[in-house]
């Protein structure tokens, strides 16, 4: 505590770096969901057969999915890049990757080798060319920031600042 006679100026605190850190954040997995939806919705069939490759759901189902997983991924990143409804963004992009994680690991532990198909491509592969180890910390560590972001949404550059919207 200062003393009353104390000359030194008052300590005034300095602005927080987290919105700024959140904003990276935003961005950053903004653009994995955009880049994810890009790369698959130039090639629908593939995204389907990706889809199928994991033998987790009946075809009608497989091929709704295969067929709107990109353009829901394109809408998501585009969502969490401008910052708007950043926190439900993030909360659905972050199920949406435990839902993949979960297919990942199920793919592993059945002993199937398939690729992701997380960036376009998907299907059988050589045994030897899977990496679903690192496929699934990848997974962890954006819903990791999908997490992070859902708590603390409030980022600068953000549509939702502008708005002034508390979603």
């Known amino acids: 505590m200062r003393a009353a006679t104390d000359p030194s100026p008052p300590i005034v605190p300095t602005r927080p770096a987290w919105p700024w850190v959140a904003t990276a954040l935003r961005v950053g997995l903004?653009?994995?969901a955009l880049v994810a939806g890009l790369t698959k919705i130039s090639d629908l069939p593939a995204s389907v057969r990706a889809v199928r490759a994991y033998q987790l759901l009946p075809e009608g189902p497989?091929?709704?999915i295969g067929n709107a997983l990109p353009l829901v991924e394109v809408i998501l990143g585009a969502l969490?890049?401008?910052?708007?409804?950043?926190r439900v963004s993030a909360a659905v992009f972050g199920l949406m990757l435990g839902a993949f994680a979960i297919g990942i690991g199920s793919a592993w532990a059945r002993g199937l080798a398939i690729d992701c198909g997380c960036f376009g491509g998907g299907g059988a592969i050589d045994p030897g060319n899977t990496s679903y180890l690192l496929d699934l910390l990848r997974d962890v560590a954006l819903i990791t920031v999908a997490a992070v972001l859902v708590r603390r949404p409030h980022s600068r550059l953000s549509l939702d600042s502008a708005l002034d919207l508390s979603l």
């Open 30 to 32: 903004g653009a994995v």
């Open 62 to 64: 497989a091929v709704l």
């Open 80 to 86: 969490l890049v401008v910052g708007l409804f950043t």
